[in-house]
């Protein structure tokens, strides 16, 4: 019998893991499933401590599950920059170690990631039975491919008409209303698809009981 990781990407900052546990209690012998969702670039704004941001971040939802959990205000990235913090937590090799330190490095030539007992955390649950899939921005740089059942990565929205909107920057520094719906934007279609994934699951299970 195969469990599930599912890990769907989603604009904001908060790291957060949890499990089916959360609705409905399991079998202690029976593994259960996992969905962990990444959510960047709200460093510790989502805290709400007014002498580390003092303004407003609009998030519902994360905080709904913050609440409904265990929160962990000292967890800290192993890295400030996208690749190397990623690399870190999916690899348990930290960047002193693996020498990745910035977004423009070459993965392939870290000697110590590309060693054969190093196992990414997709390789870890495969090697422990689950069914893998990543949607989204789940790993930058340094990935195991071949232990992923499904997995398709970041992609960006188109920038809207006019931009750039905030006439500051453009690219990633760039910010302002867009013009596609929410349901439209590629975090959205990223979420769909780890619900597809449970329903099928959950409809394989009901199907052998």
């Not at 996992?34 to 960047?40: G, I, N, S």
């Not at 407003?56 to 967890?75: D, E, H, M, Q, W």
């Not at 949607?135 to 990565?153: A, F, L, N, S």
Request: positive net charge; glycine residues 8%; aromatic residues 10%.
């Amino acid at each position: 019998m195969r469990f599930t990781l599912v890990l769907p990407i989603f604009a904001g900052a908060i790291v957060s893991l949890f499990t089916q546990s959360a609705w409905a209690a399991a079998p202690a012998d029976k593994p259960m499933n996992v969905l962990f969702l990444v959510a960047d670039d709200l460093n510790s704004w989502m805290l709400e401590e007014v002498n580390r941001y003092a303004g407003k971040v609009v998030a519902p939802n994360l905080r709904k599950l913050a609440s409904s959990g265990v929160n962990f205000t000292r967890a800290y990235t192993a890295a400030p920059v996208c690749s190397p913090s990623r690399t870190a937590f999916f690899s348990g090799v930290a960047p002193w170690r693996s020498g990745i330190y910035n977004n423009a490095q070459t993965v392939s030539k870290s000697e110590i990631l590309n060693q054969g007992d190093v196992l990414s955390l997709a390789g870890l649950f495969k090697k422990s039975g689950y069914g893998t899939f990543g949607y989204g921005k789940i790993t930058h740089g340094w990935d195991q491919r071949q232990h992923w059942d499904d997995k398709v990565g970041h992609k960006r929205d188109p920038a809207p008409p006019g931009a750039p909107l905030a006439k500051l920057s453009g690219g990633e520094q760039d910010w302002g209303p867009i013009h596609l719906t929410e349901e439209q934007m590629n975090d959205t279609l990223g979420a769909d698809r780890a619900v597809a994934v449970d329903d099928l699951r959950r409809t394989a299970s009901s199907r052998k009981q």
